[in-house]
């Protein structure tokens, strides 16, 4: 009986990470005849944080719209190849449009709340705009939860009322993650989120960024180095060159592509020689 | 000596006043900028003064009808009863219905041509629409009386069938009959409102067209990569961002309608009277009036319709400066930066 109760400390459950799988097979894209992407194939795993790197105009943030099916709300922007969500292709005919992207969340450069729309209703617009049913008696806790996702919770508590516009660039941009994590994505992309915003923020959001890992797949563009090594474990290096498509020349674990690049573009780009 | 040097050159720039700032505006710009602000003042002189012509003439009536004008429905010169109290209830029954009938129409075409219509047809309903404000007046007046008016009559006598009981549709016949009165139904504010909504349509839908697309892209993307449909972007994002362009572009249409002459004046058969019911026959309409008696009157009469001239023109104006005030009040703008 004593022997049972010797260890009595909260045993260590390996929980596998709750995000998804997805997969870029073969993705070009093309703005009118313009081709942008050219045969770019890269996994994204559950549990990690995948950073898109490279020089500007070399595609990586169609390739991030692409994951989505953000691309093609862009009037003459085409597509090929396939993207797969834990194994199906998000771009089969039979699949609903909205439905794959409120299972794939994005948030973008500039942060873009609904200026309209209190903090707590920007929270909330996401299920009330896709059409799933949030009781009542749910929606506070579902404000409380997402927010504190964010980071943003303690700062905005007392003023759920007020106009989401009314925040600080960082606290809007995390009013943004809070409102795309309200969704419960699968996987989120974030499409430079710290370039619009000051040292403390990109602090606190990269801290955010690392505690929704375990949840959340998350695929982040960003042009800071540092940053792609802080908060990555895996990197993908894109690169265009005189007018060609953009491909990714080198993609692994962030401590190699960083450490021990394999090839010498990415050396010179991570090691701040061009770009 | 040196110190006290410098505690006089660290006094003199004390004197805490704004100072004058020379803009330093090159000559063209002062030439522009001069000739720019006169043409605008030149409008607005022009403008004033057609209210202040008004106003004079419209002395001698006031002088001698007082305030009944404004009060006394009947415009019998001959007896000495002239008022603007029907015209002017008519005058509104006609705009009401036709910014009922032209504000969805126009909030439609404008959402479609927006949101839904596929880039390439996009140009073409734009010209099609604005081709609408290109037909003259007298044409659509044509149009309303010889050819509408005969299928209206019977849209205006199921109103008054199924909403009778409520006095705007009410009639003085038995709708019911199996001889029904149909030139009860003809020739009222109803149907000259439908011809004047055509007007208002082109208008209305090129103000809340030119605001729904300035609606924030980076706003729209947030919506539709939280799953949004289209329907939701537009509920979430247009329909918020584009409010002041709705009410303003309604009311601008207001503003036309309430001033729409010939048209009117070819459809309606003219009456006197208060009365709540738009399907019924019978109704006057402030330009409609001065357009009809103008050739006729006596030099007293030409005061009394030039008069009931000024009130339309006061209205117009009130109703048209809320427009502008609406239209210009962009919501992102003075929330955000709240």
Redesign the interface.
């Known amino acids: 009986m004593s022997a049972q109760t010797m260890e009595d400390r909260p045993v260590e459950i390996e929980r596998p990470p709750a995000g998804a799988h997805l997969e870029a097979i073969g993705v070009s894209a093309w703005f009118a005849s313009h081709k942008v992407l050219e045969r770019v194939s890269l996994e994204m795993r559950p549990g990690i944080v995948t950073a898109l790197i490279g020089p500007s105009g070399c595609g990586k943030s169609t390739f991030l719209r692409t994951l989505n099916r953000m691309h093609e709300t862009i009037p003459a922007a085409k597509f090929g190849g396939e993207v797969r969500l834990n194994g199906e292709d998000i771009y089969d005919a039979g699949r609903r449009i909205t439905e794959t992207r409120r299972s794939i969340g994005m948030v973008f450069q500039k942060p873009n709340p609904f200026p309209a729309m209190s903090i707590g209703e920007n929270v909330l617009a996401g299920p009330k705009l896709n059409g799933t049913r949030v009781a009542r008696s749910d929606r506070d806790a579902l404000v409380e939860r997402s927010l504190t996702r964010a980071g943003l919770w303690n700062e905005v508590k007392d003023r759920l009322f007020k106009p989401g516009g009314a925040l600080s660039g960082g606290q809007q941009q995390r009013l943004c993650i809070a409102r795309s994590l309200a969704v419960d994505p699968d996987i989120l992309l974030m499409d430079e989120p710290c370039s619009a915003l000051d040292p403390g923020s990109t602090n606190v959001i990269e801290r955010t960024i690392g505690e929704l890992k375990d949840e959340v797949t998350i695929v982040i563009v960003t042009h800071n180095m540092q940053q792609a090594a802080r908060v990555s474990q895996q990197a993908a290096f894109f690169l265009a060159t005189d007018g060609t498509p953009g491909v990714i020349v080198e993609s692994g674990d962030t401590e190699q592509i960083f450490g021990d690049p394999k090839d010498q573009r990415t050396s010179d780009y991570v090691n701040g020689k061009f770009g | 000596m040196t110190v006290i040097d410098i505690e006089s050159r660290m006094a003199e720039p004390v004197d805490d006043e704004p100072r004058a700032i020379d803009p330093g505006l090159s000559r063209e710009d002062k030439i522009f900028h001069g000739s720019v602000r006169s043409i605008g003042f030149f409008v607005l002189i022009v403008f004033g003064s057609i209210g202040v012509f008004l106003g004079y003439q419209s002395i001698p009536t006031f002088s001698h009808y007082g305030f009944s004008f404004l009060t006394e429905t009947q415009w019998n010169p001959e007896l000495d009863q002239v008022g603007i109290a029907a015209v002017i209830v008519g005058t509104f029954q006609v705009a009401l219905v036709a910014i009922v009938v032209s504000l969805p129409l126009a909030l439609l075409t404008a959402l479609y041509i927006s949101e839904y219509a596929p ?1 390439r047809l996009k140009s073409s309903l734009v010209s099609l629409v604005d081709l609408m404000a290109a037909i003259p007046s007298i044409v659509y007046g044509a149009w309303g009386f010889a050819f509408l008016q005969e299928h209206a009559k019977y849209v205006a006598r199921w109103l008054s069938q199924y909403l009778g009981w409520i006095p705007f549709f009410s009639v003085d016949t038995d709708p019911n009959a199996a001889l029904w009165a149909q030139t009860q139904f003809t020739a009222s504010a109803f149907i000259a409102g439908l011809a004047v909504a055509m007007m208002t349509i082109p208008m209305a839908c090129a103000v809340m067209r030119g605001v729904f697309a300035q609606a ?1 892209v ?2 729209r ?9 289209r329907w ?1 972007v537009i ?3 247009v329909l ?2 584009g409010r002041g362009g709705i009410i303003g572009g309604s009311m601008l249409g207001l503003g036309r309608a309430l001033g729409e002459t010939i048209a009117v004046l070819l459809i309606i058969s003219p009456a006197y009277d208060i009365k709540w019911s738009v399907v019924e026959v019978g109704t006057q309409t402030t330009s409609s009036l001065i357009a009809g008696l103008f050739g006729e009157a006596t030099s007293f009469q030409l005061s009394a319709l030039l008069t009931a001239g000024f009130v339309l023109f006061i209205i117009t104006l009130v109703v048209n400066m809320i427009a502008a005030v609406f239209v210009g009040r962009s ?2 703008g003075s ?2 930066e ?1």
């Not at chain 2, 993307?221 to 449909?229: H, K, M, R, S, Y």
């Open positions: 880039q924030p980076g706003e993307e947030a919506a539709v990569a939280l799953g949004a449909t939701g509920r979430s994002v918020p961002f919501r992102s929330i955000t709240a």
